[in-house]
C-alpha cells in the first residue's frame, strides 16, 4: 500500500481510499450507525491524507503536486493542457468519433490508430473506459462488456451471501471490480491483463461454488 501511495498516482490514492471502505462494507453486515461511524472515520482519515500530502516535503513532491493541478482545474479555471486538459481533449475527440461508427465502433485498438492520424503520430488511449470501449468496439462491444461485468458480480453477490469459505477472495474480486467501474472516467481497464486475471480468477469462484453446490 506504500508504494502505492509513494508512486504519486492519483489512481492508487483513489483506488485506496475507495476501495477499503468497500471491502469493509461488502464483507460485514453493519447497522446504519456503524455505517455513519465508518464514514466519519475515513473523513478523518481522508483529512489526516490531506495534511500529510501537502505538509510532508518527500510526500507532496512525487504526490501533492499531481493533485494540486486537479484542484488548480476546479477552484480556479486553470487548465494544464499536459494533465486533466488534454485528457479532456482526448475525451472530446472519443464523442467526435462515436457516431460515426456506433454500433460495431473503429475496430480493436480503433481509439489509438485514429488519435495518431489526427496527432500525426502515436496515439494514446482516452483516458475513460467507457468512450474508448464505445470508439473501438461501439455499442454492441461496450454493452457486452459491461453485462460481464454486471453478470459476475450478480453471482460474487450469491457467493458472498452463501459461502463463508470463498467470501473474502468473492468481497476482494467485487471491490476491485467495482471501483474500477467507479473511476472509469479516469482510466482504461478493459485491456489491462491484470484485470483480466481477475475477472479470470472471479469467475473460477463462481464456476466452483457451483460444482460444489452441484
Not at 485506496?16 to 455513519?36: E, R, V
Not at 480503433?110 to 473501438?136: K, M
Not at 453478470?151 to 476491485?176: D, E, G, Q, S
Request: charged share 15%.
Amino acid at each position: 500500500m506504500l508504494l502505492m501511495f509513494l508512486t504519486g498516482s492519483r489512481k492508487s490514492i483513489l483506488f485506496i481510499f475507495f476501495g477499503i471502505p468497500l471491502f469493509i462494507l461488502l464483507m460485514n453486515k453493519i447497522t446504519l450507525k456503524q455505517f455513519i461511524i465508518l464514514c466519519a472515520s475515513f473523513v478523518i482519515v481522508g483529512v489526516g491524507l490531506y495534511w500529510v500530502i501537502f505538509n510532508i516535503d518527500i510526500i507532496y513532491n512525487s504526490v501533492g503536486r499531481r493533485f494540486e493541478s486537479f484542484f488548480d482545474i476546479y477552484q480556479n479555471g486553470d487548465i494544464d493542457l499536459s494533465e486533466l486538459g488534454g485528457r479532456q481533449n482526448l475525451r472530446e475527440l472519443a464523442l467526435e468519433w462515436f457516431p460515426n461508427r456506433p454500433f460495431l465502433g473503429h475496430g480493436a485498438n480503433g481509439y489509438r490508430y485514429l488519435l495518431g492520424l489526427e496527432r500525426g503520430g502515436v496515439g494514446t488511449y482516452s483516458h475513460d473506459n467507457l468512450l474508448e470501449l464505445l470508439v473501438n468496439l461501439g455499442v454492441l462491444g461496450a454493452f457486452v462488456y459491461y453485462f460481464g461485468l454486471g453478470y459476475l458480480l450478480f453471482h460474487l453477490r450469491k457467493l458472498i451471501k452463501t459461502n463463508t469459505l470463498l467470501k473474502p477472495y468473492a468481497v476482494a474480486i467485487a471491490t476491485i471490480i467495482l471501483i474500477n467501474i467507479i473511476l472509469s472516467p479516469t482510466w482504461v481497464f478493459y485491456y489491462d491483463k491484470l484485470f483480466a486475471i481477475i475477472l479470470a480468477f472471479g469467475s473460477s469462484l463462481v464456476a466452483l461454488k457451483t460444482k460444489i453446490r452441484n
